[in-house]
């Protein structure tokens, strides 16, 4: 008999006479619920003896939300001006509910050009380590590609040539809701400024000799 924890809402019940052995019981569609779930087993035998058992699920039908992405600095010149300004640092935010310790969501983060072809990927796991903040932020251990640093080169360790990139951010948490964003931009300059039409009138001056003539 399939009942919700003692004080929750009662959503799906299943009930069966049949004896089951390493079967599934029931299959339950949490389409449009979101949120913990309690299960409660209830079974009991021929001579009415009667045990039961509690598990925590979580239902989640919400994709993660991506935010704040962005790059320091938006301008870059990797293969000019060797030492300054050199690389760039991506960052975003991205949050998922419910919230539980434990869940992860995995994000792929894409530098496009401005055909949309993929230059650089990079991999990062975000894992929950702590849900009980009170202000309903989590905290996340990152592991994979970290910190992500874009150092103006290809997946095959190429300089890339001057554009605008794109920052495109897809997320899955472990529930299998995806979202995707493509927002931010770096900037590559490789091009070093032009002087030109420089002219200098009195080439040859006296500043400190004779007051008032060409002393400019």
Do not use: C
Not at 6 to 12: A, M
Not at 75 to 83: K, L, V
Not at 157 to 166: G, H, L, P, Q, R
Not at 182 to 210: C, E, H, K, Q, Y
Request: hydrophobic share 35%.
């Amino acid at each position: 008999n399939w009942q919700t924890v003692s004080g929750e809402t009662q959503i799906f019940t299943f009930a069966s006479t049949v004896p089951h052995t390493n079967q599934v019981l029931a299959v339950f569609n949490s389409v449009g619920i979101n949120g913990k779930l309690f299960i409660k087993l209830i079974v009991y035998d021929t001579v009415g003896n009667i045990s039961d058992t509690n598990i925590e699920v979580i239902s989640d039908n919400i994709p993660p939300e991506i935010k704040n992405v962005s790059s320091t600095p938006e301008y870059i010149s990797p293969n000019a001006s060797i030492g300054i300004l050199d690389t760039s640092t991506i960052n975003y935010n991205v949050s998922d509910t419910p919230y539980r310790t434990g869940r992860t969501i995995n994000v792929t983060i894409d530098i496009i050009n401005i055909t949309d072809t993929i230059v650089k990927t990079y991999i990062q796991t975000l894992r929950i380590i702590s849900d009980t903040q009170g202000n309903g932020v989590p905290i996340y251990e990152i592991s994979g590609d970290s910190p992500l640093i874009w150092n103006g080169r290809d997946k095959n360790n190429n300089f890339v040539i001057e554009d605008i990139y794109k920052i495109r951010i897809k997320a899955v948490d472990d529930a299998g809701n995806s979202t995707e964003t493509t927002a931010g931009r770096i900037i590559i300059d490789n091009s070093l400024p032009v002087i030109s039409n420089i002219t200098v009138t009195n080439s040859v001056f006296s500043p400190g000799i004779s007051d008032g003539m060409k002393d400019t």
